[in-house]
């Protein structure tokens, strides 16, 4: 079995397009593991042997936390990045009083500098606590990053919402004036 492979498979799935593998999804992203099973193995004949043992192991495994099994062992879930149509439900929580992100030069300059950070094709907004986590995600995309700092707890006591899942921070919308570029 392919790890790799099947972790891309399954956050592609909870995150993008749970209706090409005859999932339905709750409020809260939950979707039927055995389904998802069933599916996985009837679109990737590579992955027709694989059970419940190989899925968790990957939940288990991941260190960035991307997926989650309920504790009955019957749904799994995406944590964060979903794109499509219905919202995924968080708790709001409070942040800390700073986040970051990182982003590419040109894609600050254009946009966000203008315009706030914006969600885009994802749910919600995507902020990091560590600053050299927010420097790696910059990099994916470019060469030319920048780190903004968010002024996060200010924010959130203007109105603001936020949720978090693992280490990830996420939030709605946010205008220019909590965006620092450092």
């Given at each position: 079995m392919?790890?790799?492979?099947?972790?891309?498979?399954?956050?592609?799935?909870?995150?993008h397009v749970p209706e090409k593998y005859n999932l339905t999804l709750d409020e809260g992203g939950w979707g039927d593991i055995d389904t998802?099973?069933?599916?996985?193995?009837?679109?990737?004949?590579?992955?027709?042997n694989i059970g419940f043992s190989a899925i968790l192991q990957i939940v288990n495994n991941n260190r960035k936390k991307r997926l989650e099994i309920s504790e009955d062992n019957t749904k799994i879930r995406?944590?964060?990045?979903?794109?499509?149509?219905n919202t995924i439900s968080k708790n709001i929580v409070v942040p800390p009083e700073i986040l970051y992100h990182g982003t590419s030069n040109y894609t600050y300059s254009k946009f966000i500098k203008r315009n706030g950070l914006k969600k885009m094709k994802r749910q919600y907004v995507h902020l990091t606590q560590n600053i050299n986590d927010a420097?790696?995600?910059a990099k994916r995309k470019s060469d030319k990053i920048i780190v903004l700092r968010i002024l996060a707890l200010e924010s959130y006591k203007n109105g603001y919402k936020f949720y978090q899942e693992e280490s990830?921070?996420?939030?709605?919308?946010?205008?220019?004036e909590y965006i620092q570029p450092i």
């Open positions: 392919n790890e790799l492979e099947l972790s891309k498979i399954l956050s592609y799935v909870l995150r998802l099973i069933k599916n996985i193995k009837r679109k990737h004949p590579q992955f027709k995406a944590l964060y990045g979903h794109t499509f149509e420097e790696r995600v990830i921070w996420l939030s709605d919308d946010l205008p220019t």
